[in-house]
């Protein structure tokens, strides 16, 4: 399995909170990812990051926000949550050459309330 | 038209039999081409990768891959009820960071 924790794998909350999830890697990869999976609309991508503070927007960033200050790790932030943004949310890493494959964490059960 | 397309299914088999998932994409530059399986509640999990015309084969996955024609194809042999699970296709253009998947198909295997 490749080396990809998510934390927390469950959380509920209350609309309007702050929420941050984490993704950490051991493979030392450069690009990390973090999607969101909903009934009817398949994987989608937020953010993703092509090394340390190097981010970009992905198809569905509005209020969403990430940092990396390590390699290792890849955060993703909800400012304030909203009901619209319960989902399972997915971090994929990826090695560096243009065929490789994303490998996905655990995922992380979010429900706002 | 979306980038990546599959039958959302569901596509119900018998055990033993040939099950056959079809994915069409609509950028000719594609180059990468990826099947995962996903379990009820579970993360996405690399089964195939593909890269050239033509078939590749694992144990009882084989991936088909038609650039003229823009689709690739999983099959799988002797369909297990373990094999039942959605199944995404996900496409990597210009051998670029980022991959467009498909909504999955379905496959249920019946005993």
């Known amino acids: 399995d490749a080396g990809i924790t998510q934390s927390p794998r469950h959380k509920v909350t209350e609309t309007g909170t702050p929420v941050t999830l984490r993704c950490h890697q051991t493979?030392?990869?450069?690009?990390m990812y973090w999607y969101r999976q909903d009934p009817g609309h398949g994987l989608r991508l937020i953010h993703y990051?092509?090394?340390?503070?190097?981010?970009d927007k992905g198809e569905v960033s509005d209020g969403y926000s990430v940092s990396r200050s390590k390699t290792e790790d890849f955060l993703l932030t909800l400012e304030s949550a909203t009901s619209s943004q319960t989902s399972v949310y997915f971090c994929?890493?990826?090695?560096?050459?243009?065929?490789?494959?994303?490998?996905f964490g655990d995922g992380t059960r979010l429900s706002i309330l | 038209q979306k980038e990546v397309e599959q039958n959302s299914g569901p596509l119900s088999v018998p055990e033993g039999a040939i099950a056959s998932l079809n994915c069409t994409y609509s950028?000719?530059?594609?180059?990468?081409f990826f099947w995962y399986r996903q379990y009820s509640g579970k993360s996405p999990e690399l089964i195939m990768s593909?890269?050239?015309?033509g078939d590749k084969e694992d144990g009882r996955f084989t991936a088909q891959l038609n650039k003229a024609s823009q689709y690739v194809s999983l099959l799988i042999r002797d369909s297990q009820p373990s094999d039942s699970a959605t199944y995404l296709c996900?496409?990597?253009?210009?051998?670029?960071?980022?991959?467009?998947f498909g909504g999955g198909t379905r496959l249920m295997v019946k005993p």
């Open positions: 994929a890493i990826r090695g560096t050459g243009g065929n490789q494959p994303q490998h």
């Open positions: 493979e030392n990869h450069r690009y």
């Open positions: 990051s092509y090394g340390v503070k190097d981010t």
């Open positions: 996900a496409v990597n253009k210009n051998a670029g960071n980022m991959l467009t």
């Open positions: 950028d000719r530059v594609s180059q990468s």
């Open positions: 593909i890269y050239s015309n």
